[in-house]
């Protein structure tokens, strides 16, 4: 059984940082590409960044320079760093397993339940 949990959100205020997790277990390896999403109230959820087996990283234009996704095969971990946020980086964030085909392909079964990050002005 896969399962994707997330961790790391919160309230912060703008210009700040925070540090999410999402720690896989279950049939996720670690030469599966991994991606963070995101949605806010209203909205379509969005691809935020994604990370290959072998470490190579995009990122949506709206958070580059910001934020930082990163793993650790060891412990079967993926992080997002976020740095200097925005209040228009408020949405849920979830974590997927997923590989690449000329673009990053989410994996339908395997996403996380999902951490709420809330940044004030």
């Known amino acids: 059984q896969v399962q994707l949990v997330e961790s790391g959100g919160g309230l912060v205020q703008a210009g700040g940082s925070l540090r999410l997790s999402c720690a896989a277990s279950?049939?996720?390896?670690?030469?599966?590409?991994r991606a963070w999403y995101r949605q806010a109230p209203g909205k379509q959820r969005e691809l935020v960044a994604t990370?290959?087996?072998?470490?190579?990283?995009n990122y949506a234009d709206s958070v580059k320079g910001r934020f930082t996704i990163s793993r650790d095969n060891a412990k079967n971990t993926v992080y997002l760093q976020m740095n200097s946020l925005k209040p228009e980086d408020t949405a849920v964030y979830y974590c997927?397993?997923?590989?690449?085909?000329?673009?990053?392909?989410?994996?339908?079964?395997?996403w996380g339940r999902g951490t709420q990050v809330t940044v004030s002005s």
């Open positions: 997927n397993a997923g590989y690449y085909a000329l673009r990053y392909v989410p994996l339908d079964d395997y």
């Open positions: 279950g049939s996720i390896f670690s030469s599966n590409a």
């Open positions: 990370i290959t087996g072998s470490g190579s990283t």
